[in-house]
């Protein structure tokens, strides 16, 4: 089976910080995604990456980087937490046929004080 | 660009009975589509899709779609829920690149 592990399930931090959330796939994809899911709004896509130092924009980046230094890991960091950053974000990896399907991971709660 | 619109934010059901989640899209070029499931404090699970060929796809968990063309629809059925099926879903679309368009959700509720 896949597995998609994401480094915390809850994370409380406070406006300004600098925040890194990790995520870890073991099926060597080569694509993987940073999502966030608001109520009534779905997932929305932050970042894209599709190989090994490669990254592309998706919806909603604005205030967002990532990092895929290593073919297995996708970091998504916020530099400077805001509270409407508050949110659930979902990693997820795949194959990089166009029908395949996304595996994705447990999530992170995050919640900006 | 593909949206996805899912027609019901939420649906109560009572545990044996029938449940039909309604998907809608719009693209202006061929598509695949997905249904995925969220239970609780779970991160999303494919739950079926189409790609091309027979136009009634079956999933796991008893779930089936049919994918309707002309009414660019692909809506969910269930002909019997249990508890267990009390969960989110996702509809998705995914038109070209490597990007998946979602619904909004439907909370499905199942009720003894």
């Known amino acids: 089976d896949v597995k998609v592990t994401q480094s915390s399930r809850y994370l409380v931090k406070r406006t300004g910080e600098k925040v890194f959330l990790e995520c870890v796939q073991d099926?060597?994809?080569?694509?993987m995604f940073w999502y966030r899911q608001d109520p009534g709004l779905g997932l929305r896509l932050i970042y894209f990456?599709?190989?090994?130092?490669?990254?592309e924009k998706g919806d909603i980046p604005e205030g967002y980087s990532v990092s895929r230094e290593k073919k297995e890991r996708f970091s998504l960091i916020l530099e400077s937490a805001s509270t409407n950053q508050t949110s659930m974000y979902l990693c997820?990896?795949?194959?990089?046929?166009?029908?395949?399907?996304?595996?994705f991971g447990p999530g992170t709660r995050l919640l900006v004080l | 660009a593909q949206s996805v619109t899912q027609l019901d934010s939420q649906v109560p059901v009572f545990e044996e009975a029938p449940v039909e989640l309604r998907c809608n899209y719009s693209?202006?070029?061929?598509?695949?589509l997905f249904w995925y499931v969220q239970y609780p404090n779970q991160g999303l699970q494919l739950l079926l899709k189409?790609?091309?060929?027979?136009?009634l796809v079956k999933g796991i968990n008893g779930f089936e779609a049919e994918f309707n063309k002309s009414q660019t629809s692909f809506h969910l059925r269930k002909p019997s829920v249990h508890i267990s099926d009390t969960a989110e879903y996702f509809c998705?679309?995914?038109?070209?690149?490597?990007?998946?368009?979602f619904g909004a959700g439907t909370t499905v509720t199942v009720r003894a």
């Open positions: 997820a990896s795949s194959p990089p046929e166009l029908q395949e399907t996304q595996y």
């Open positions: 990456s599709y190989d090994v130092k490669m990254k």
């Open positions: 099926m060597d994809h080569e694509n």
């Open positions: 998705a679309v995914s038109a070209k690149g490597y990007k998946l368009s």
């Open positions: 189409y790609l091309s060929g027979s136009t």
């Open positions: 693209s202006s070029v061929s598509v695949y």
